[in-house]
């Protein structure tokens, strides 16, 4: 009992190591990154009452080191640490992947005002985005609509806007899947990009296959097809987070970075890519913030808003409406 008690805590440290410093370079610790981190925590009560039955009451500390590692580094805790906003200009930014307006086109215009957001990043509007873009447009001044998914509006006025050239992966042409709008705000010149790297969910289906039980016992589950699936969704996506990362490290001016990231946490290429921003939900949130899939218990924090150094955050709020499988983030910013 006593080996369980020190070694449970200790796998829990290699497994958040592997997570942060492998990640998504490795399929196995890839698919980890999607998983639901409570499961984790399965083993907790039977040691903790493993270790009183037998009175060893001076491992119970190895059990209290457990519950931190799951619940901080592996779940992703965020704690209360009260922002102070001061009497400068604010803006407000939210941004929404609207699941191709899955769940009504006015739920989704719902969400947005109940919060009243100065700036607007949609994802995923592959439908309708005519009559979005006129539903917007009773709103806000300023609207543009990227096919085929994006849409970005503004109270303020919109300068430019690009649309990158696409990337070349594996002989093929793809999208780089992010556009980038110059806002004149009362905070200044921002450059706002609007981002969705390619999701992790067909490699994660290719894994799974016919239910993670049966390819365990089967040994399909660490068939090369299997892995090269998520292996070429994360190349893909890395290439695509570099690309907006790379254009976004060029800003001279705030520069704020929102959308469905695909990047949990712990993510490898959140921390190589953009660890020179601030993230939202970390500086001005509190909790676990997760946002997707709001069909369910939700157990990932993949939609973020990030900002340079010349912004900080004063406050952070994540939707709760299921029009959308995943719910929006909103971040009220000032200038640093």
């Known amino acids: 009992m006593k080996l369980v008690a020190i070694s449970y805590p200790a796998c829990l440290i290699l497994i958040a190591l592997l997570f942060r410093w492998v990640g998504e370079r490795w399929w196995a610790t890839g698919v980890g990154l999607y998983l639901p981190r409570l499961g984790f925590a399965a083993p907790l009560p039977f040691v903790v009452a493993g270790l009183l039955v037998l009175r060893l009451w001076r491992l119970l500390y190895t059990q209290l080191l457990a519950a931190l590692i799951v619940l901080f580094p592996l779940m992703g805790f965020v704690l209360p640490f009260p922002k102070f906003a001061d009497d400068k200009p604010r803006i407000r930014v939210l941004s929404f992947n609207v699941d191709s307006l899955a769940g009504g086109m006015d739920n989704i215009l719902a969400e947005i005002d109940k919060f009243s957001p100065d700036l607007v990043f949609l994802q995923e509007v592959f439908v309708d985005q005519d009559t979005m873009a006129e539903r917007l447009r009773t709103r806000y001044p300023s609207v543009t609509a990227s096919r085929p998914q994006f849409m970005f509006a503004s109270r303020f006025p919109v300068v430019s806007t690009e649309v990158p050239e696409k990337v070349e992966f594996e002989g093929r042409m793809r999208t780089a899947r992010f556009t980038k709008q110059?806002?004149?705000?009362?905070?200044?010149?921002?450059?706002?990009?609007?981002?969705?790297?390619?999701?992790?969910?067909?490699?994660?289906?290719?894994?799974?296959?016919?239910?993670?039980?049966?390819?365990?016992?089967?040994?399909?589950?660490?068939?090369?097809?299997?892995?090269?699936?998520?292996?070429?969704?994360?190349?893909?996506?890395?290439?695509?987070?570099?690309?907006?990362?790379?254009?976004?490290?060029?800003?001279?001016?705030?520069?704020?970075?929102?959308?469905?990231?695909?990047?949990?946490?712990?993510s490898f290429f959140l921390h190589h890519f953009l660890s020179s921003y601030s993230d939202g939900f970390s500086d001005a949130g509190w909790g676990f913030g997760y946002t997707f899939p709001s069909y369910r218990r939700a157990w990932m924090r993949i939609d973020r808003i990030l900002a340079n150094d010349a912004l900080r955050f004063v406050r952070f709020d994540e939707g709760q409406s299921k029009a959308s499988d995943h719910y929006c983030v909103v971040a009220d910013l000032q200038a640093r």
């Open 182 to 266: 110059i806002v004149d705000t009362p905070l200044g010149r921002i450059a706002s990009y609007n981002v969705h790297p390619i999701s992790p969910r067909e490699g994660l289906a290719a894994v799974r296959g016919q239910g993670v039980s049966h390819e365990v016992l089967s040994g399909g589950l660490f068939a090369s097809a299997r892995s090269t699936a998520m292996q070429e969704g994360s190349a893909l996506r890395e290439l695509q987070i570099k690309a907006f990362a790379d254009m976004a490290s060029q800003e001279s001016g705030p520069v704020v970075i929102a959308g469905d990231t695909n990047l949990p946490s712990q």
